[in-house]
């Protein structure tokens, strides 16, 4: 029997049930007269028609728990759910008031997480059942997550009872964790206390993130009166704090100033209409009483205890006020002041709207002009006093002397006048004053135009791209959720593991010189950590392969994978000779070969080789593509030996010690790194910090050691900028820069010079010059190095889409074993599409930094390569191949 059964009613009153199915045999027809009958083996009463809704209910669940059954082997994930439309009664949508709002609340959702089926987990189906809920049942923590993604229940029941199918606690803290588990209502389940045993403190259970306890009771009553209670309670509660954001985003697209503040005048929210009219921002203004603020003495006397009087009273006051702007000038406002009462019928908040008068739209922009021309004078009288800070005066000490004159109540603020005169206006100031400035003569349009650009200039993250969350591809998402953030600050009990070396970084991150011959303080454990390693190889002793295939090193399409194969794995060892032998980095930094082949085996010892993809083998990789960069006739006119000395060795240990997981899953794992480096660049801080630490570690491998301190500064600062600028969370913020500070004032150069007899290849003189200008190209090149794969030739670039995967399936795999929170979900061996990953890849963060680097540095292999293995990752998605290649190739 598959489907659920049907239920006719004659004229006669008679009663027929079918199943649905099986509606052509006529021995399963059932019919229940005004006695009693029996019903698919149930023995029920024909005048009980209360009840045979619900033993029809139970009959087809039943049937589907003996097929889901069948199917546990296969599958951790019970599709099921409760079919109150046909088997209960219909629930239809709940209106719900909050204040003046009118809501509909559509039925309750509920999903039940039990490890195993018992007479619990039955206790709250029916329940559900009963209360007209949705319910869906989960067995593991995987599936119950995937569902509550899906369908975003508004109850969750988590069975705490038997901890060898999951971790309770652990999987409310991952729920929690996502965007919809904040307003989720989350019930635990605990077994019974026995009579002896002492009432336990739920204090534990509310920290891990549960909303109540409910202690092991399978009686239906029981489960229905506790899911009823959650409903008027906190489900409907949570449900109104939802409804709260459409308020606050209408309140901060207001264009009216509004300012609600506690009974006790204590600021708790300004709108962004009121930050552009008084000229504060909001952490400014937050947690502030009123009488903190400057006053305008133009008001009269007694009306602010008028104001108070009046709104003290419960009554709404209206009417003109002048208030002072930070800037220190006096506008004129119609402020509307309403009392809010809250409970105990006590007044809890004041709202204030407030517009500007007439012709204070210009008063506010004026300010600036009026300085101007202020400054202009007091240059020309006296040239002599002029400022030091080249001519940015700030206006509002001037504004504020300017309206102190002869006012004996605003002497009391000329202290906060002196701080604003000593102000140093950093340029966004000067953009945002200029802009101000032009709105006074714009049009509407355009002055409305300008607001947004403020509105964008004053964010704190001016070159991130805002990623719409509604329509996205989850593997655009996923790869920028785990690649440009630190994670989700959640730190949990299950610590991530590193090896000795790698903790040993906690004690000291700097280099330890002592002297300026470069006598170094050993550290015991450092050196224990490739004390063992024999006498590096001489570049004579490279296998004869490996000496062949660098032959071509200097090719971008040279094999890295051939040179790991014959080296044994060591790769780094014998490219980072060839290459700075070829440089002459022993030359530069008055090493001997010995020395830098020591130090290139300590480096590359400290790569685990366990690593699908952050190995040596990577590093050696950077180091080839930098290598090649620096060769490009645009790049080497640009940069001078101390930059490409510095882009070498930045190559070679920017991922030293890389445990092959991220820095979101370090965070979320509260590792002793996460912890030492504060959640931010965790590992592009140690790979740099390790890296100076194993090379002061043995005079025998310290590069360093002969080189003059001043010099050894300049160039130490090099690398470690270098190496965090592999950092993904500030990767747009290098690219725009590029793009702004040297393609674009490049690209006007060209223009100009097209008839002049001036090769490509040079670098035009303001930029070489500019340290801000190299540092950029820099930073550039040690990025693109870093993620070139997909510029590589078409086998090379499969390959290394593998190994990252494998890298990240491995950091799934053991977030979920350890129950932190998944950084990139779609990154499941089990259902991950490699091609849609490196889709995303390219499209997001790729294609837009190649066009760049190769407009600077002029590489059409490169991007040949990459459109062609653009559009073999597209034929592989558009055929639904989730592998590395078709199955024709396999």
Known sequence: MGCAPSIHVSQSGVIYCRDSDESNSPHQTTTISQGTA?????????????????????????????????????????????????????????????????????????????????????????????????????????????????????????????????????????????????????????????????????????????????????????????????????????????????????????QEAIEITSEDHIIQYVNPAFEHMMGYQKGELIGKELTELPKSDKNKVDLLDTINTCIKKGKEWQGIYYARRKAGDNIQQDVTVTPVVGQGGKIKHFVSIKKLCNDSHKQIYNVQSDEKSTEENSDSQSLRHKDRRKGSIDVRSITSKRSDAGSSHNRRHSSMARIHSMTIEAPITKVINIINTAQETSPVTVAEALDRVLEILRTTELYSPQLSTKDDDPHTSDLVGGLMTDGLRRLSSNEYIFSKTCRQIEKSDALLWTS????????????????????????????????????????????????????????????????????????????????????????????????????????????????????????????????????????????????????????????????????????????????????????????????????????????????????????FEHVNKFVNSINKPMSSIEETSLNSESSDGECPSGIKNAMENRLLIKRMLIKCADVANPCRPINHCIEWAGRISEEYFAQTDEEKSQGLPVVMPVFDRNTCSIPKSQISFIDYFINDMFDAWDAFANLPNLIHHLAENYKYWKSLDESNYKGLRPPSDL
């Open 516 to 731: 300026l011959d470069g006598q170094i303080e050993e550290e015991p454990d450092l050196q224990q950590s490739h004390s063992h390693l024999a006498i590096p190889v001489a570049f004579g002793d490279i296998p004869p392969r490996a000496a062949e295939l660098l032959a071509d090193e200097d090719n971008w399409d040279f094999n890295i994978f051939e040179l790991e194969a014959v080296t044994n794995k060591r790769p780094l060892l014998y490219l980072g000779l060839k290459i700075m032998t070829q440089f002459g980095v022993c030359g530069f930094l008055n090493c001997s070969e010995v020395t830098l082949r020591s130090w290139l085996q300590v480096i590359e010892t400290n790569y685990h080789a366990s690593n699908s993809y952050h190995n040596s083998t990577h590093a050696a990789d950077v180091l080839h593509a930098t290598a090649y960069f620096l060769r490009k006739d645009r790049v080497k006119g640009c940069l001078d030996e101390m930059d490409e000395v510095a882009a070498l060795i930045a190559a070679t240990v920017h991922d030293v010690d890389h445990p092959g997981r991220t820095n979101s899953f370090l965070c979320n794992a509260g590792s002793e790194l996460a912890v030492l480096y504060n959640d931010t660049a965790v590992l592009e801080s140690h790979h740099a910090a390790l890296a100076f630490q194993l090379t002061a570690g043995d005079n025998k491998s310290n590069i360093f050691k002969n080189i003059e301190r001043n010099m050894f500064r300049t160039l130490r600062q090099a690398i470690i900028d270098m190496v965090l600028a592999t950092e993904m969370t500030k990767h």
């Open 38 to 254: 029996t019903v698919h083996g149930f023995f029920i009463k024909a005048d009980a028609a209360e009840s045979l809704p619900s033993m029809l209910a139970y009959q087809s669940r039943a049937t589907r728990t003996s097929s889901r059954r069948e199917k546990r082997e296969n599958s951790n994930c019970i599709e099921a759910e409760t079919q109150t439309s046909h088997t209960s009664v219909k629930v239809a949508s709940t209106e719900v008031r909050f204040g003046p709002m009118r809501l509909i609340q559509d039925p309750f959702q509920v999903l039940l997480i039990f490890g195993k089926e018992d007479s619990q987990s039955d206790g709250f189906w029916w329940a559900c059942d009963k209360a007209g809920y949705k319910c869906n049942i989960a067995r593991t923590p995987e599936s119950a997550l995937e569902y509550f993604l899906e369908k975003h229940h508004e109850i969750i029941i988590i069975d705490n009872r038997h901890t060898k199918y999951f971790h309770a606690e652990a999987l409310c803290k991952s729920i929690r964790a996502t965007n919809p588990g904040e307003n989720t209502v989350i019930l635990v389940v605990v077994p019974q206390m026995c009579n002896d045993q002492e009432e336990t403190s739920v204090l534990s259970i509310l920290n891990a993130g549960f909303n109540r306890r409910y202690i092991e009771n399978p009686n239906v009553t029981a489960c229905y009166n506790e899911l009823i209670q959650l409903e008027h309670g906190e489900v409907r509660s949570q449900f109104k704090l939802r409804a709260c954001s459409s308020i606050f985003a209408a309140l901060e697209h207001c």
